[in-house]
Nanobody, 124 residues
Framework: QVQLVESGGGLVQAGGSLRLSCAASGGAFSRYAMGWFRQAPGKEREFVAAINWSGSNTYYADSVKGRFTIPRGVAKNTVYLQMNSLKPEDTAVYYC?????????????????WGQGTQVTVSS
């Protein structure tokens, strides 16, 4: 069965950087779109970034554009979220997700597999 495991979360000061990793197993992830979402306390889960199956196409939420990138591993079963210039409002639980499609996917309802989440806390 498909499993996604996130790692790399933690506590960082504003202006700092973190790199989240998502390791996928149980599927042919060379044909999967991958994405990152986040959920802050009391708020709905929101889209952060997405990448298509080949890594040729990416898309970012306006709130993170220019600060975050979503590189994909060569083997396609690992995706990262490089977060730079972090702000306190980036504090949330970050989730990795996978969708069995060649398209780039931004809507959470199109993702069928989710990780357990990793906490990112940015102090001011």
């Amino acid at each position: 069965q498909v499993q996604l495991v996130e790692s790399g979360g933690g506590l960082v000061q504003a202006g700092g950087s973190l790199r989240l990793s998502c390791a996928a197993s149980g599927g042919a992830f060379s044909r999967y779109a991958m994405g990152w979402f986040r959920q802050a306390p009391g708020k709905e889960r929101e889209f952060v970034a997405a990448i298509n199956w080949s890594g040729s196409n990416t898309y970012y939420a306006d709130s993170v554009k220019g600060r975050f990138t979503i590189p994909r591993g060569v083997a396609k079963n690992t995706v990262y979220l490089q977060m730079n210039s972090l702000k306190p409002e980036d504090t949330a639980v970050y989730y990795c997700a996978a969708a069995h499609t060649l398209r780039l996917v931004t809507a959470h309802e199109e993702y069928m597999y989710w990780g357990q989440g990793t906490q990112v806390t940015v102090s001011s």
